[in-house]
């Protein structure tokens, strides 16, 4: 179940997994769909049907599994999902929907659900369709692989990893009407990272009872807020997609928007959510460090998103930042094209603690210290705009060398 660290509102389960919520098994292997031996094919699988919600790419190329699962939460349920790396199964016509669609009847079949209760997702190279006898055989194998505990949870996030190097996982827990609700989520993205939903692929599990209307608003608003703040190389995927489901096993009193403890789940929920964001962003392709972005003082807090999104997105920033070069100007230049109203007069700026521009006049800062600071690993960038009262914060990582060699080689 891992420890516990308290939160004002919830508190965090370390090295709590997917399979830590009750309800929830997992597992994965390797298919032959990479190249390495790294596992490419794994599932989740709820005891019974869960109410489930969804948020997808807003690519007009959108992967045939997304038109699967789509189909399958129309409902509002889904009790399982299963997952391939090493092969998006994108722009392949139709004969990758009905790929997308015989991984979802052989899902079906081997782990005992319905075939409308079965979510589909894939991720990997674009254009390629997928080895189906290898899929097939790796979906028929996989039943002896799920299971509850921390190996199996590890195997199913092993299993949806593409360039990423490291594993993205959270867990909390909440108390909902003296009940005890877990909520928790696992993630893949390295590149291809800007998204407008959700980002590459995701999936959450909670033993709340929810209802999927709630379970859909909330899912959108902490994706407003998490996955859609972060950016990598400014380009969105055609696969991306984040799927939640709750099993309801924690037996509390239907959360709604209305209930007492709705802000601490909500809080919970979006925590987790954050934490995996934040974590695609620290492990972009080639990345050295993590770099935040905070905009205060905007007109609005959609006109501060439209900012930090611009200033964490922008090349000149992201190279400074590999650099270490405190080159105020880009951050300031990046502002000022966001499309955002601005008063080019009250600008400031800082990097860390240390102020470089106040209403919109340079500081003399220490370049020594500056330097410091930017070569940690995690590097923070304020801009406060004197304009309003609006503010958001997002997440990112610098341009690098390695980035240009993995995406050079990608196929290969």
């Known amino acids: 179940m891992g420890t516990k660290v308290e939160h004002q509102a919830f508190t965090v389960v370390e090295n709590g997994t997917i399979v830590t919520p009750g309800g929830f098994s997992a597992g994965g292997l390797h298919c032959g769909l990479k190249k390495t031996s790294r596992n490419d094919i794994g599932a989740i699988r709820c005891d019974i049907p869960a109410t489930a919600a969804a948020v997808y790419t807003t690519n007009v190329f ?3 599994p997304l038109k699967v699962t789509r189909e399958s939460l129309s409902n509002g349920r889904l009790q399982a999902v299963i997952v391939n790396s090493g092969n998006a199964n994108a722009c392949t016509g139709q004969q990758g929907e009905e790929d997308a669609y015989a991984m979802r009847a052989a899902a079906a079949r081997e782990l005992g659900v319905a075939e409308e209760d079965v979510a589909v997702a894939s991720t990997g190279v674009i254009g390629e369709l997928l080895k189906m006898d290898a899929v097939l055989s790796g979906i028929k194998a996989l039943p002896e692989q799920l299971g509850k505990e921390t190996n199996e949870a590890e195997q199913f996030s092993q299993a949806i990893l593409t360039t990423d190097l490291v594993k993205k996982e959270a867990c909390v827990s909440v108390i909902v009407g003296g009940k005890t609700v877990t909520i928790a989520g696992a993630a893949k993205g390295s590149g291809m990272i800007h ?31 998490t996955f859609n703040m972060i950016t990598v190389d400014g380009d969105t995927s055609t696969n991306d997609m984040l799927v939640a489901m709750s099993s309801g096993y924690a037996g509390n009193e239907e959360l709604t928007m209305d209930h007492p403890d709705w802000e601490a789940f909500a809080a919970g929920f979006t925590y987790v959510c954050q934490v995996l964001a934040k974590a695609i962003a620290r492990d972009g392709e080639g990345a050295t460090k993590l770099v935040e972005v905070e905009v205060t003082g905007a007109v609005s807090d959609e006109s501060a998103q439209a900012i930090a999104k611009t200033v964490i997105g922008s090349s000149l920033v992201k190279s400074a930042m590999f650099g270490a070069d405190a080159n105020w100007g880009r951050i300031i230049a990046a502002v000022g094209r966001a499309g955002q109203p601005v008063n080019p007069d009250t600008v400031d700026i800082r990097l860390g603690d240390i102020s470089v521009l106040a209403q919109s006049r340079p500081v003399v800062f220490d370049e020594e210290a500056a330097l410091a600071y930017l070569q940690t690993d995690t590097v923070r960038i304020v801009v406060d705009l004197h304009h309003g009262e609006g503010n958001a914060v997002a997440w990112g990582c610098d341009l690098t060398y390695d980035y240009v060699r993995i995406n050079a080689a990608y196929r290969t």
Do not use: C, K, W, Y
């Open 62 to 64: 959108q992967a045939a």
């Open 195 to 225: 998204p407008n939903m959700a980002t590459m692929l995701a999936f959450m599990t909670s033993d709340a009872v929810i209802g999927a209307e709630a379970l859909q608003r909330l899912l959108r608003q902490a994706t407003n807020h």
